[in-house]
């Protein structure tokens, strides 16, 4: 909480920077996030055609963009981190500038970058009383995520999943995510 405290004083001056070069603090990350995940794939003991991506939070959002720019991710688990910008209007604005890539609002809302690579599996896990997100910004971005992968012929491949409870990944989370991503690695 420490930690999370004293950054958050400082990120909008990350952010700033990252414009002033021309980018965004979300898309370093997202770049960082593809080497690494290209250095795990490149590894002997991994299968590469197996690879997919799970965060939880801040981690959900990182997944979000990995899955948003690299084809190779197979499947992808956003955990309590997903809502309408609408849903957010008024509401909490706490979060990392990473949930608002510079000039992404003009060409889409969050549900539509997670979704940007339909049909490539997706699970999001949203918790109804999580105080970052209100129960109305999640079911719109369920609605929304739900839309895309019907567009698409492959409404299968979407997954939303709602439990009680504030922002977590309990142990109940964590296994059907595991089970989710074994059904789709």
Partial sequence: AEYNAMTGHHEHWIEKYCNLLGTTLAGVVSHEDRIAFNVLRARPDVIPERVGSIGLSGGGNRTALLQAT??????????????TYEGLLDHNMSHTWMFFPHGWARYGDWP???ACRA?????VQYDLEDDLFTPQGMRDAHQKLTGHYQSVGRPEAYTGQFYPGPHKFDLEMQQAACAWLKRWL
Avoid: E, K, Q
């Fill in 70 to 83: 690299c084809d190779d991710v197979r499947a992808a688990v956003i955990v309590g981190l997903m809502s």
């Fill in 112 to 114: 539509d970058l997670a």
């Fill in 119 to 123: 049909p490539s599996p997706l699970l």
